[in-house]
């Protein structure tokens, strides 16, 4: 039961992942139904076998106030995918500022990023360009449907469909 399942809104937008049985409560209580399933995976109670979901769809809209992926260690470690952007290690990461705190740098998606201990003590106070580091990519704030389809575990195939709108 370790799959996700992806969640749609009414109109077959992608509003977040759940567990299976979170997903499968939902459709047994008629408030989304299911659009995909696992292949050869079931469900099993005493007398019956469901299907295991994959992607389901909401009956109601609802309403998300979109407020963005948020801000955090772990996420912005999950965007530049756990590795330094300095030198590829994944070994001893922390969080640099490009553009140091010191002076004036804000903590944004745009100036935090992934950067191994090494790298970041010898960047120290001084900018990328100023220390001679070139980056592997510019950070940038991602996007709920480019966060999902880059981050989630055990990707169903099945969900491409529902994800591609807004690929990064």
Known sequence: MDHK???LNQDYSAISLCSVQKAFSLIYLEKAEM???YENSFL??????YPKPSVIRLSRYVHIPYKGIALSRHNIMKR???QCQYCGSNKNLTLDHLFPRSRGGKSTWTNLLTACNRCNTRKGDRTPEEAGFVLKQQPKKPTLVAFL???ATNMDQS??????AEAV
């Open 35 to 37: 659009l995909e399933k």
């Open 5 to 7: 399942v992806l969640i």
């Open 149 to 151: 389809r880059l981050h």
């Open 159 to 164: 969900w491409a469909h529902y994800l591609k």
């Open 80 to 82: 530049d995918h756990f």
């Open 44 to 49: 099993r109670s005493i007398s019956a076998t």
